[in-house]
């Protein structure tokens, strides 16, 4: 099935210009001008732009946690991600402590097969030993699997304590992977958690006051420290505080490897939601880390602006009211999570480029070139060449849209971003060539995604390691 795209504007991350864009078996065949094709269907782009698809690098589809499944799943979750432009999504395999995580990627594998769009994994280390070693080993090498996540909180669960983080951080820089963290001190949050609730402090309100904005910071600069340390670049999902973006920019500024990545919810809602005097409302805003005061939204746009922050996700993980009044009782066991992966690239096109903080080849940057770069997916994905993937999108900068729960794709019955109106909306989302959303209908069928491969980036580690052993401590001279 061909496909052809005229007279758009096409927007890279780093060229702007028009052109008709020719799709053939999954890929870009050809770009240039006055194409035409006997048996394509033909979409008009004029006065549209046409951009790489969106890449969000951190959901959880169907994801099993805090005694309950995440509701949008795999077929779902990766519809409202089409809907929103978004062509491939990196979710993450969380294996159970003791579980192999061979067993747990394979379930996720499964899992995601009625996937409309293109999905990928990263692996959390959420226990350790011998074996674990050598499965990340078995990761890389035969699943191309290139990163591996770290939960710096939820103790008594998945976290990862520093011994584990110094032992995979090791492995990862040894494979050629890449580590990630969330970062937020698990001891820290354990500790505020037991001490509102023996206050009596049970609702929303106090999940803030049991993360604050230290938590996320202490934890940034250990996880930085420790792959400093050990000479392993480092990737910060869901950079949420001021401190955070500022140990980024200064280990940046000091010659080290650290990526960090922000959430569209992050950027623009902040925690007055958990003042609602409505519970329900307030419920669906938990997730960790929390909405922030904010000052610290205006220090996320800087980093964002100033290349401290690089890529932009969501952490789609949707939860829905009945699952919510689960911790009615008790804010500790409200599932954490909040939806978005259908609006991120609006709610970034909105905030962003239309009010004025970044182009739209940043906006590329940011929702797609990027993350493809550093989970080595480039030019493959995030990019419009002649022999790359034909994931893209035909953005439509002139229509109007209320963001509403009343009309997402998502299963879920609210949204972070309800109410907000935006400029600027996908119009038709490409996904391996064929089209998957147009004008509001989905036209993918679930099990259209495909699995994506992500190799080690071989050079990339080669002039790491060099950088560590020019740093190793030199024979003494007599
Ligand atoms: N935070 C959430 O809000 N949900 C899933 C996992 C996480 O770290
Ligand atoms: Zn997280
Ligand atoms: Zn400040
Ligand atoms: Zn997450």
Not at 35 to 46: K, M, N, P, Q
Not at 464 to 473: A, C, D, H, T, V
């Given at each position: 099935m061909n496909v052809l795209l005229k007279g758009g504007t096409v927007v890279t991350h780093e060229e702007t210009y028009v052109a008709d864009i020719l799709c053939t078996d999954g890929v870009i065949a050809e770009i240039g001008?006055?194409?035409?094709?006997?048996?394509?269907?033909?979409?008009?782009?004029?006065?549209?732009?046409i951009m790489p698809?969106?890449?969000d690098p951190h959901t959880h589809m169907q994801l099993p946690f805090m005694g309950t499944v995440a509701k949008d799943d795999f077929a779902t979750g990766t519809a409202a991600a089409l809907a929103g432009g978004t062509t491939t999504i990196i979710d993450f395999v969380i294996p159970s402590p003791q579980q192999s995580l061979l067993e747990a990627y394979q379930q996720w594998r499964d899992w995601a097969e009625k996937a409309h769009s293109n999905y990928t994994f990263h692996v959390a280390i959420t226990w350790w030993d011998d074996s674990v070693a050598s499965e990340m080993e078995t990761l890389v090498e035969k699943h191309g699997v290139n990163s591996f996540k770290h939960f710096m909180a939820y103790?008594?669960?998945?976290?990862?304590?520093?011994?584990i983080l110094v032992a995979s951080f090791t492995k990862c820089l040894e494979l050629g992977a890449i580590p990630t963290v969330h970062a937020e001190n698990g001891e820290l949050v354990y500790h505020l958690q037991n001490k509102l609730l023996e206050q009596g402090v049970t609702g929303p309100e106090a999940h803030p006051l049991s993360r604050p904005s230290s938590v996320e910071g202490e934890a940034a600069n250990r996880a930085i420290s420790i792959a400093k340390t050990l000479g392993a670049p480092i990737y910060l999902v869901h950079v949420s505080t001021e401190e955070a973006t500022d140990a980024i920019r200064y280990a940046k500024d000091h010659g080290h490897t650290v990526f960090g990545e922000v959430l569209a919810g992050h950027l623009v809602v902040d925690d007055s939601v958990y003042q609602d005097t409505d519970w329900g409302k307030a419920a669906a805003h938990v997730m960790s880390p929390p909405f922030r005061p904010k000052h610290h939204q205006d220090a996320l746009w800087k980093g964002v602006q100033g290349g401290a922050l690089q890529t932009t996700a969501t952490d789609h993980c949707a939860f829905c009211a009945a699952q919510k009044a689960m911790g009615q009782d008790d804010f500790t066991k409200i599932p954490n999570g909040t939806a978005g992966v259908e609006e991120r690239m609006m709610v970034l096109w909105e905030k962003g480029v239309n009010d004025g903080k970044i182009t739209p080849n940043e906006f590329v940057a940011l929702t797609s070139t990027n993350t493809a770069k550093i989970f080595n997916m480039y030019p493959q994905k995030g990019c419009i060449r002649v022999g790359a993937d034909a994931d893209l999108v035909v953005w439509d900068p002139n229509q109007s849209r209320t963001l509403s729960a009343a009309t997402h794709k998502s299963a879920i019955e609210h949204s972070i971003f309800e109410g907000m109106e935006v400029q600027g909306v996908p119009e038709t989302t490409l996904c391996n060539g064929k089209v998957a959303y147009h004008k509001g209908e989905i036209r993918s069928q679930s099990g259209d995604g495909r699995y994506i491969d992500r190799p080690t980036y071989a050079p990339f580690y080669e002039s790491?390691?060099?950088?560590?052993?020019?740093?190793?401590?030199?024979a003494v001279i007599r």
């Open positions: 001008d006055n194409l035409s094709a006997a048996d394509a269907e033909v979409i008009d782009a004029t006065g549209k732009m698809g969106g890449i103790k008594n669960a998945i976290m990862a304590t520093d011994d790491l390691r060099k950088r560590k052993e020019l740093n190793q401590p030199r």
